[in-house]
């Protein structure tokens, strides 16, 4: 049907479209068109009003299409698509001409030109309003299960909210325990609460709550299908001990004569080969490192011809002697699970950049350690029982240097982003020092202090005034061995004083970055990341928690850094999110999804090889394209490529493209 009654409605946006665009000359050039039935003005068409003016004239001038020149279709689209559908007009029969941050912005201060522009869009807008089709959503069954993935505060919190619903939830974590990094924290600002006594009831709570199945030490495999129906391929990595003979004794540990660096305690102490992560993981169950146990590295060794195997010689067995459970068996138990969900939350965290990054800073050090390996020194359950002290000799320092954005904001050694928590926790980190050794003194070198939280600021003045922690503004140029000292080169910027300290250990607070494997992670769902590994949503105001792979949500950390507040209210919030999804018999999908011609598809394949999302296959028997209608999320890809235009977008096809092109060509 063509389109021969076309409203439409310009919005001012309050001045930042008004007040570089003349929104009323628009409307009177826009109301020549013989297609258009009226052109009109509001201050702000995503208002109540505003809506009820669209409606209101669908109905009175029986309009079948309409524009509306606002701002970003990502913003209010949605919006303008339900107030045609209350009026009765098909919601894909609306378009928006975006005249703010493609018009009106960018040529603030040239009127004239972006007046002339705007009518240029909202024109190419028309014509391609007058090629759409009406469309109805597709509906898709739903699975009403969902899927964690990482086991931190936000995953916990999110399997949490989402079993407490009723939803039956299947949380995966990599690590043979839950927890993630707060489990690791000494204390957590500005209350300076245990993060344990916060922590361990929901792991427990995850442990036993009759809606949740626990995968520890696994990891995602593979995921396939798409929003209301996946199927994901789990591996459960080899332990080597029965899980569900292992009573979490700790026996075993006490007699494994093989040692490696704790992952737990970042490096700051030492683990057994066969090992328990702490002495409250949930699950509290054995693992062995294949790559440090004696026995399991001597028959690998046999296995690939090295060595040969010593008949009737046992090589050490230990943890087995004295294992009551009759736990350990040496075998490779890796298997795979599968799985099939509705929904998936992903909630992998985040790390720091190591210290031996930065070598000018003195990273390579033994007393040079990172933040989150000071945190693990200051806890009462860490290496040193919370008394802080120099790796290198055990010594307790008396003086320690805190220094803030050792490669936050700083693009040429490091990232450009700011890392949010740095200051905090640094600040935190310097007065619980003061707490445990009185004597000491603590000097932190900033560039800005950033405490914009509840109770930051009070927290920072009190770290001061009560603990005498101080702080001074200067960026640190180099850090190196004097003896048993360290010596701190910065340059005060507030007094542009060079300054030299010798001290006994150093605490960089490095960037923090995306998890380990997020990017292999975000490939297998097919969601998109930035060039940092933090997982891109769908709009950072709008839709914060949503990927534009339809019922993928992310919550805290793997989408940027955000202290332990933000994290479990975004956990929470992407698990109301999954939950309003899965209640609902059948879901709607948009139905701006490729269509394959048949008739001129050569089967050539390109579609399918671009696609990021697999919903193309070739059909073997009529060598044509074929598409999942469910998968696809008509991002035009397949269509870029198409050498015969076979393969399109419904309501983005060429012909529409070629004459918006052209209107927007026209010399004026």
Known sequence: MVMKRIGVFICHCGRNIAGTVDVKKVAEEIGKREDVAIATTYVFMCSEPGQKLIEDSIKKYDLDGVVVANCSPTLHERTMRNAAARAGLNPYRVEIANIREQCSWPHENEPEKA????IRIINATIEKLKANASLEPIEVPVIRRALVIGGGVAGIQAALDLADSGI???LVEREPSIGGNMFRLSETFPTLDCPQCILTPKMNDVANHPNIKLYTYSEIEDVSGYMGNFKVKIKKKATYVDWDKCTGCGECMKVCPAYALSEYDFGMAKRKAIYIQNEQ????????????CIK????????????????????????????????????NNEEIIEEEVGAIIVATGFEVMPAEKFPELGGHY????????FERLLAPSGPTNGIPRRPSD????KRIAFIHCVGSRDPEHGVPYCSRICCMYLIKQATLYRHAVPDGEAYAFYIDIRSNGKGYEEFYERSKEEYGVVYIRGKVGKVYKVGDKYRVQAVDTLTGRVIEMDVDMVVLATAAVASKGIKELAKKLRIPYDEWGWLKEVHLKLRPLETPVAGIFIAGTAQFIKDITDTVSEASGAAAKAMAMLSK??????PLLAKVDPEICAGCGRCKEVCPYGAIDIDPRRHVAVV???????????SANCPTTAIQVVNFKKPQIINMVDVLAEVF
């Open 115 to 118: 007046t002339d522009k705007a």
């Open 394 to 397: 055990g010594k307790i320092p």
């Open 366 to 373: 033994p007393d040079v350690v990172t933040a989150l390996q």
């Open 628 to 638: 999942n209608e469910a998968l696809c999320e008509g991002c035009g890809a397949c």
């Open 585 to 590: 018999p059948k879901l709607e999908k948009e």
């Open 296 to 331: 399991l590295q001597f028959d690998k060794k046999v296995r690939e011809g090295k060595i040969k195997p010593k008949k009737h010689v046992r090589i050490c067995e230990k943890c087995v002697d004295v294992c009551d459970a009759q736990a350990i068996h040496f075998k």
């Open 281 to 292: 993981a949930v699950p509290l169950k054995a693992v062995i490192d294949e790559n440090k």
């Open 168 to 170: 039956e939830t299947i």
